[in-house]
């Protein structure tokens, strides 16, 4: 069966520590892949996505992602995270040249402490 | 402002009854697509529609029904069939039914008592 598999289901962190979440998923073959970030009380955002191209792709407020096609992953990072990133966190593949349809992974809760 | 929009924020129904959730987007966006968010599970893909008047089951479709008599809505039915039909629901939207980025509106809390 296709699947997202994320391995953290919650991380606690302090203010300043860097961050890696990881995402790993069962295709062979192209994908596209996303994050996508729930901050409490708010919409699901698009953090960043891979098409094509560098597979090291930059986001939004510092965030990167690194695709690595020979360990099908596609893991989060952050040098320095800080309070305000605290929210659930989810990886999602799509396979190009079929439908449109997000294969998601159960999402990482972040708690950030100052 | 464009978007999607999603109504109501909370629902609270009684067992047996069918409820509907509203979605609209005005974002002239063919693809609209249904979710269903429970802890720990992420999102599953309920029905998605590539265009007006044409959509297609997702992988839990059981229980629910859509239309998309119009671009810009998207409703789905949860009717007394669906089994657990507590959940938070989002709807989505991408310009393309291929392999363009999904747009999330802000979700709708169901709770069947």
């Known amino acids: 069966a296709q699947s997202v598999s994320q391995h953290n289901h919650h991380v606690i962190l302090s203010e300043a520590a860097s961050l890696e979440l990881g995402c790993n998923y069962s295709?062979?073959?192209?994908?596209?892949l996303f994050w996508y970030v729930q901050y409490p009380g708010q919409h699901l955002q698009l953090l960043l996505k891979y098409f094509s191209g560098d597979p090291l792709v930059k986001g939004i407020k510092g965030f990167e992602a690194e695709f690595i096609k020979s360990k099908f992953s596609f893991n989060l990072r952050k040098p320095s995270v800080q309070w305000s990133d605290t929210a659930e966190y989810f990886c999602a593949v799509t396979r190009p040249g079929g439908y449109n349809k997000l294969i998601f992974g159960a999402g990482t809760r972040l708690a950030v402490h100052p | 402002d464009g978007g999607i929009t999603q109504s109501p924020k909370y629902l609270f129904r009684k067992e047996g009854q069918n409820v509907t959730l509203s979605c609209e987007q005005n974002?002239?966006?063919?693809?609209m697509y249904w979710y269903r968010q429970d802890p720990g599970q992420g999102l599953r893909l309920i029905y998605y529609?590539?265009?007006?008047?044409?959509?297609q089951k997702g992988d839990i479709a059981e229980g629910y029904s859509v239309s998309r008599e119009k671009k810009e809505s998207f409703p789905l039915t949860v009717t007394s069939a669906q089994k657990n039909p507590t959940a938070f629901y989002l709807c989505?939207?991408?310009?393309?039914?291929?392999?363009?980025?999904?747009?999330f509106g802000p979700g709708t809390r169901l709770t069947v008592l």
């Open positions: 974002l002239n966006h063919d693809a």
């Open positions: 295709y062979g073959g192209t994908v596209n």
């Open positions: 989505a939207s991408s310009i393309g039914w291929r392999t363009d980025t999904q747009y």
């Open positions: 529609s590539q265009i007006v008047n044409d959509f």
